[in-house]
């Protein structure tokens, strides 16, 4: 069975930070393309940073320099590390590999 928790959500001030984590099991990250996607309320779902099993990594624009994605294989485990948060950056966060998802973890950012 596969699973995908993510967790390390919470509320920060703008400019500060966050690192969220998701542990995986049934599958092996080092071998999937592995994404985090956010989604706000009545918006359409983003896709955030990506990483493929060979290690290429894809941004979205408006987070690049402030986000970084990365995974331990040992671990089983991907993260997003989120620097100089904004508000617009505040939504729920997924973990993903296709056709699997976590439950998400909630990101606000206060001005």
């Known amino acids: 069975q596969v699973q995908l928790e993510e967790s390390g959500g919470g509320l920060v001030q703008a400019g500060g930070s966050l690192r969220l984590s998701c542990v995986v099991s049934?599958?092996?990250?080092?071998?999937?393309?592995m994404s985090w996607y956010r989604q706000v309320p009545e918006q359409q779902r983003e896709m955030v940073a990506s990483?493929?099993?060979?290690?290429?990594?894809e941004y979205a624009d408006h987070v690049k320099d402030r986000f970084t994605i990365s995974r331990d294989s040992d671990k089983n485990t991907v993260y997003l590390q989120m620097n100089n948060l904004k508000p617009e950056d505040t939504a729920v966060y997924y973990c993903?590999?296709?056709?699997?998802r976590g439950q998400g973890t909630q990101v606000t950012v206060s001005s």
């Open positions: 049934g599958i092996q990250v080092r071998s999937r393309t």
């Open positions: 990483v493929t099993w060979s290690g290429n990594m």
């Open positions: 993903h590999t296709f056709p699997f």
